[in-house]
T-cell receptor
Framework: AQRVTQPEKLLSVFKGAPVELKCNYS??????LFWYVQYSRQRLQLLLRHISRESIKGFTADLNKGETSFHLKKPFAQEEDSAMYYC?????????????FGKGTLLTVNP | DGGITQSPKYLFRKEGQNVTLSCEQN?????MYWYRQDPGQGLRLIYY???????QKGDIAEGYSVSREKKESFPLTVTSAQKNPTAFYLCASSIASIPSQPQHFGDGTRLSIL
């Protein structure tokens, strides 16, 4: 069964410091991985997906199949990055489709 | 303005009552989903629908029921059989239920037991 683990429930950094939110997964096939973010009083929204290989709001995430990880990184954190972050893994299709979420990491960026 | 609309924002239920949560989307998406969000638990899938008149159980379907009579609507009924219904419920949609397609979420409905 697929599983997504976000080992840190809470993460606190200072503005301008680098930040890394960890995500590890277990899945035997080729995963499709996503990071979703929920800012205060806003709806859950897609931040980035590994197939796009893009940087959104300064965040990047690299899929490391050897370590089965998809950590989210930003070199210089901003206060507006404070939010709840969820890593998610999608597999299958049609009736076999499933999107599994990690339990989330609450990031606080202090001034 | 395209998106997903969930209503109501807050809902209260008495013991033994069924209650229905509304989810409407105007994104022309085929697939729709219901999740339950509990503190420290992340999101857990209740039901999903790939297309009109079709739906599948998710990980925690017991005590819930859904229907998909129209493409834009996917209501969730929390029945009296659901023993712990107090939670935050999120509806989502995607173009199709394939791994590469991201999901779009509504604002959620918070259900509480009186």
């Amino acid at each position: 069964a697929q599983r997504v683990t976000q080992p840190e429930k809470l993460l606190s950094v200072f503005k301008g410091a680098p930040v890394e939110l960890k995500c590890n997964y277990s899945y035997s096939g080729s995963p499709e991985l996503f990071w979703y973010v929920q800012y205060s009083r806003q709806r859950l929204q897609l931040l980035l997906r590994h197939i796009s290989r893009e940087s959104i709001k300064g965040f990047t995430a690299d899929l490391n199949k050897g370590e089965t990880s998809f950590h989210l990184k930003k070199p210089f954190a901003q206060e507006e990055d404070s939010a709840m972050y969820y890593c998610a893994l999608a597999k299958g299709g049609g009736s076999n489709y499933k999107l599994t979420f990690g339990k989330g990491t609450l990031l606080t960026v202090n001034p | 303005d395209g998106g997903i609309t969930q209503s109501p924002k807050y809902l209260f239920r008495k013991e033994g009552q069924n209650v229905t949560l509304s989810c409407e989307q105007n994104l022309n998406h085929d697939a729709m989903y219901w999740y339950r969000q509990d503190p420290g638990q992340g999101l857990r899938l209740i039901y999903y629908s790939q297309i009109v008149n079709d739906f599948q159980k998710g990980d925690i379907a017991e005590g819930y029921s859904v229907s998909r009579e129209k493409k834009e609507s996917f209501p969730l009924t929390v029945t009296s059989a659901q023993k712990n219904p107090t939670a935050f419920y999120l509806c989502a949609s995607s173009i199709a239920s394939i791994p590469s397609q991201p999901q779009h979420f509504g604002d959620g409905t918070r259900l509480s037991i009186l």
